[in-house]
């Protein structure tokens, strides 16, 4: 005979309740889609997801809300919120949250802000690799600067295929107070970023021509270089251009685009990079005229890509 049974009505609501809440916790596919969604633009709509998904512990999710928390995606902006949403996600090993918390604090404490980047580091995450190779070689975590350590640092990325570890170790066998100049290493190494995809990899590479460094001496290469470069939006190869279209007269030079891109150089400087970059300018202006400067204005909307 068949039975049947009634479950009272709180059993009955909790069954349900918990089956309702395992239906609504987002899936990895849904999670990941929502993540590509917060790139795109559309917080709102990936919040949507992401939240209950970062509330149900998953890591990649506590990551992007702290993100939206700290710059006011979807979100009213609170730092102390982001901070407690990228702890929860690096307390299980999530590399990405542990690189940002690096990122955070890297400025105010660079040594907390080492001690993440550390924890990153030994998860493989090779963007914590050059952050932290920065701070020891700008000499933030002792008493000066450690070179060695830093590019044990930019060589592991390098091995991981980072282009901006590429840079910045090629740049330390170029400096004259690096590692020692070692210029077909470091050539190898800014044609492998410039490969990848890096910008300034292509500056650089634009460098070591105008310079002779490890190659013939090519001004015609380092200004084709160089405009790549800037025209793709790196300041530093922007000014670098500059100077070779106002300063050296080897029949092209051209001070109307040379000042147009010396102000574009300036404008999208980094801001540790500004006051030299003005610096440039400066120099660079006793070359060029108030007709060269006008039409610079014409024509500087025309030269980035």
């Not at 009634?6 to 918990?18: E, K």
């Not at 044990?152 to 910045?168: H, K, P, S, T």
Request: charged share 20%; with cysteine.
């Amino acid at each position: 005979m068949l039975r049947t049974v009634f479950l009272p009505a709180a059993v009955c609501a909790a069954i349900c309740l918990a089956g309702l809440a395992a239906h609504a916790q987002p899936t990895e596919d849904e999670i990941a889609a929502a993540r590509l969604t917060y790139i795109d633009g559309d917080h709102a709509a990936a919040l949507e997801v992401l939240m209950p998904a970062a509330e149900a512990g998953d890591a990649n999710a506590q990551n992007i809300v702290a993100d939206a928390y700290d710059k006011g995606n979807g979100l009213a902006q609170d730092t102390e919120k982001a901070l407690e949403w990228w702890e929860k996600s690096a307390a299980q090993d999530f590399e990405r949250a542990l690189h940002n918390l690096g990122q955070h604090y890297a400025s105010s404490d660079p040594v907390k802000s080492a001690s993440y980047y550390e924890r990153a580091v030994a998860l493989g995450y090779d963007h914590s690799m050059v952050n932290l190779g920065r701070l020891y070689e700008k000499g933030q975590l002792g008493e000066g600067p450690d070179l060695e350590r830093a590019a044990e640092l930019y060589e592991q990325a390098v091995d991981l295929g980072n282009a901006l570890a590429m840079n910045n170790l090629g740049r330390l066998y170029v400096i004259e107070d690096g590692l020692g100049q070692d210029y077909p290493y470091a050539l190898d190494l800014f044609y492998s970023a410039a490969e990848a995809g890096s910008v300034r990899g292509l500056s650089n590479l634009g460098a070591m021509y105008a310079n002779g460094y490890g190659v013939t001496y090519d001004p015609m290469a380092a200004i084709a270089l160089y405009r790549m470069a800037a025209e793709q939006g790196n300041s530093q190869a922007a000014v670098n251009l500059a100077y070779w279209l106002i300063e050296w007269d080897f029949g092209w030079t051209n001070p109307a685009e040379g000042w147009a891109w010396c102000q574009i150089g300036i404008e999208q400087a980094e801001p540790d990079d500004l006051a030299g970059y003005e610096a440039d300018c400066a120099y660079l202006a006793d070359f060029v005229d108030e007709a060269a400067m006008a039409a610079a204005e014409e024509i500087k909307p025309g030269l980035l890509r």
